[in-house]
């Protein structure tokens, strides 16, 4: 079964850390643009960050720029997200989801596989 | 950055109605357009990519047409489960962007 399991997520107080973990399990990993999206209680989407298969070229949003670092082990199917410096306006669901764009064989250009989403709350 | 902008917010339709969603980029994104339905506490879920080319395993009562800068998601007779905000992406650059959502009720 083709699968996102993304887990992390909780309280944290403004200026903390935390890190996020996303399994893929199902599909060939190390083929697909791995990223993370992020929706704010009641608001719409928003890209967060995004690594490729191979794991080079790391990009962010602006938002997050200097605060936020993807990364991925091929050898395990996942990927991470680490997040520094935590505000109250990174409270949030974040989901990973697997993008399939040039290398992947069935190519869409588009957020494929999702996984069912993790909560961080940023308050004190 | 491109931004993407839906139309309407929400609307009310009832089930078999036909409907359209309207998605208008900020500058040409060629065909790089997605939709996405994303059901009450769920996650999203692709519905159309490449602006018109239906996902595998998508019910065929969903479409997408449009190029350049306007597109729009048409949903042929309207059923119970896809009450649900719909969401178009650009992926012509890579900031990714969302639409702010269209929010689909059943009457």
């Known amino acids: 079964e083709v699968q996102l399991l993304d887990s992390g997520g909780g309280l944290v107080q403004p200026g903390g850390s935390l890190r996020l973990s996303c399994a893929a399990s199902?599909?060939?990993?190390?083929?697909?643009?791995m990223t993370w999206v992020r929706q704010a209680p009641g608001k719409g989407l928003e890209w967060v960050s995004a690594l490729s298969g191979s794991g080079g070229g790391p990009i962010y949003a602006d938002s997050v720029k200097g605060r936020f670092t993807i990364s991925r082990d091929n050898s395990k199917n996942t990927v991470y997200l680490q997040m520094n410096s935590l505000r109250a306006e990174d409270s949030a669901v974040y989901y990973c989801?697997?993008?399939?764009?040039?290398?992947?064989?069935?190519?869409?250009?588009?957020?494929?596989?999702w996984g069912q989403g993790t909560m961080v709350t940023v308050s004190s | 950055d491109i931004q993407m902008t839906q139309s309407p917010s929400s609307l009310s339709a009832s089930v078999g109605d036909r409907l359209s969603i309207t998605c208008r980029a900020s500058?040409?994104?060629?065909?790089?357009l997605n939709w996405y339905r994303q059901q009450p506490g769920k996650a999203p879920k692709l519905l159309i990519y490449?602006?018109?080319s239906l996902q595998s395993g998508v019910p065929s009562r969903f479409s997408g047409s449009g190029s350049g800068t306007d597109f729009t998601l048409t949903i042929s007779s309207l059923q119970p489960e896809d009450s649900a905000t719909y969401y178009c992406q650009q992926s012509y650059t890579t900031s990714f962007t969302f639409g702010g959502g269209t929010k689909v009720e059943i009457k």
């Open positions: 989801a697997a993008y399939c764009g040039v290398d992947c064989y069935l190519r869409t250009d588009a957020f494929d596989i």
């Open positions: 199902g599909f060939t990993f190390n083929t697909y643009l």
């Open positions: 490449a602006a018109s």
């Open positions: 500058q040409s994104i060629s065909i790089y």
